[in-house]
């Protein structure tokens, strides 16, 4: 799909969804580097009791985020 095709109103609504997701993911890739991170972000964990996966998601929740802050940032350029 080439940038032409989409209309100026669904384009800015992408950009704003994708910068929201990618704040979202920075916000909680914060949370996870501090250890402050709500149990429910947790729950898919099958070692208890243990930090060292926190990094590893802040790691992820980081790399999302710029991933996502980079697409919203290229969808608004023409």
Known sequence: ???QSVSGG???????ILAIVALIALIVGILWFA???PSFLNSGSHVR????????R??????VALV???AAWFT???
């Open 58 to 63: 802040g790691t992820a929740a980081v790399v």
């Open 1 to 3: 799909m080439s940038s």
């Open 68 to 70: 996502l802050g980079g």
């Open 10 to 16: 669904s384009k800015r609504s992408l950009t704003i």
């Open 76 to 78: 608004r350029k023409k």
């Open 35 to 37: 250890g402050a991170a």
């Open 49 to 56: 009791g243990t930090s060292g996966n926190h990094v590893y």
